[in-house]
């Protein structure tokens, strides 16, 4: 049956709204702009999560198949950096994003975790729901058997929308992992910060050299990671080089929009002003540990 809201409340509330009008033991997610191509993807999901019934739940895999269409930077995002390619575990030492848009969650997760209030005009409120569900203990698994097609064409301009919509979310994740002692792992380009460009720029007046030195090795730091989008040869070299410039840019922007909303836009206490800086410090010796290690 459809259920219609008056008015927009965005994501996580219309599917916290959703799941509490739902009575079956598993939840499937299938956002507005996707549909399934693998006919059996049912039968897929009720295998997994019978063999493993530690699992909480599966996420899929979509995509975009027009090469004019710009959702495909951040398909490719997914693909490269993301690692949604093959069959894998999704925990905190295994870590990727649960695509909520294309899923299926046990009803015993809802029963211990909810989507978050407050993120509106925002991306990540079904990262954040799934670090609170691996804090209960419960992981996930991807798996490309469940395919499906983004079929909602997207703008060079909706697509900075979104970009916008993610360094929110990004920021929302911080804040409220920082008011419920959450953990929050890294993941390049999404759960990051350029820690130490901004550095740059703040020594850069106390010592020329050395921010200048800083500020050249961070940039070409995170184009080295961004150059990562062009190995995905399945998409034409424009679309790829765009990803890598999508993504290079969402990073560097990140570094004054994320703060800058999360104290203008959230009331931060000392405590979490102390969590929050704590977690991006862990995200830097992090980004620079896969790096060399």
């Known amino acids: 049956r459809v259920i219609s809201l008056k008015k927009n409340v965005w994501s996580s509330e219309a599917r916290r709204f959703g799941v509490n009008q739902c009575r079956g033991k598993i939840i499937v997610f299938l956002d507005a702009h996707l549909y399934l191509t693998n006919p059996e993807s049912f039968q897929i999901i009720d295998k997994i999560l019978l063999q493993n019934p530690a699992l909480g739940g599966i996420c899929g895999f979509y995509k975009t198949i027009d090469n004019s269409d710009w959702n495909q930077l951040r398909d490719i995002r997914r693909e490269v950096i993301f690692h949604k ?7 905190l030492k295994d870590f ?4 909520i848009a294309l899923s299926a969650i046990r009803r015993e997760v809802f029963n211990q975790v909810s989507f978050p209030v407050g993120f509106r005009e925002s991306f990540g409120e079904d990262t954040y729901f799934q670090l609170k569900a691996h804090d209960k203990g419960w992981n996930f698994i991807f ?22 919509y993610e360094l929110r979310g990004t920021a929302n994740i911080l804040y409220y992992a920082s008011s419920e002692n959450i ?6 380009f999404f759960l990051s910060y350029p820690m130490l460009l901004l550095v740059s720029l703040l020594v850069m007046p106390i010592h020329l050299q050395i921010g200048l030195f800083l500020l050249i090795v961070t940039l070409s730091f995170e184009i080295l990671h961004a150059s990562q989008c062009l190995s995905a040869n399945s998409y034409p070299l424009k679309i790829r080089f765009n990803a890598l410039l999508y993504s290079f840019i969402k990073e560097i922007w990140g570094m004054l929009y994320i703060p800058i909303y999360i104290f203008i836009r959230k009331r931060v206490s000392l405590k979490q002003l102390f969590i929050i800086s704590s977690i991006i410090v862990k995200w830097e010796i992090k980004k620079w540990q896969n ?3």
């Open 183 to 188: 953990k929050v792992p890294f993941l390049h």
């Open 143 to 164: 798996s490309p058997e469940i395919m499906g097609i983004h079929d909602s064409p997207q703008t060079s301009k909706g697509i900075i929308k979104k970009m916008v």
């Open 291 to 293: 790096t060399f290690l």
């Open 96 to 99: 990727t994003t649960l695509s």
């Open 85 to 91: 390619q093959k069959e894998r575990p999704i925990g």
